[in-house]
Nanobody
Framework: QVQLVESGGGLVQAGGSLRLSCVVS????????MGWYRQAPGKQRELVAV???????NYADSVKGRFTISRDNAKNTVYLQMNSLKPEDTGVYYC??????????????WGQGTQVTVSS
């Protein structure tokens, strides 16, 4: 059973930074796309950033220039560096693994989510 475990969420003031991590186990991490999605209260889950096995990336327009997704295949880990955080970035952030290695759609495997709260 594939497992994705997120960490790094928390409470931060607007303008601050956080780095999320997601460790993946029980699968061949390096050949799959990895993504971060978020869900704010009362809203649908949305794509934040995705990185393919080859390193191509895709970002939501709302986070371009502020967030950076990266991966360390040796550690089976994907990261999301979030800078210049805004209150509208608040939500539960989910790690996703896509076995079809796509840039714009989530795969079947999800982490449990980590809460990010940005205060104004």
């Amino acid at each position: 059973q594939v497992q994705l475990v997120e960490s790094g969420g928390g409470l931060v003031q607007a303008g601050g930074s956080l780095r999320l991590s997601c460790v993946v186990s029980r699968t061949i991490f390096r050949i799959y796309a990895m993504g971060w999605y978020r869900q704010a209260p009362g809203k649908q889950r949305e794509l934040v950033a995705v990185i393919t096995s080859g390193g191509s990336t895709n970002y939501a327009d709302s986070v371009k220039g502020r967030f950076t997704i990266s991966r360390d295949n040796a550690k089976n880990t994907v990261y999301l560096q979030m800078n210049s955080l805004k209150p509208e970035d608040t939500g539960v952030y989910y790690c996703n693994l896509d076995t079809r290695n796509r840039l714009s759609k989530p795969g079947d495997y999800w982490g449990q989510g980590t809460q990010v709260t940005v205060s104004s």
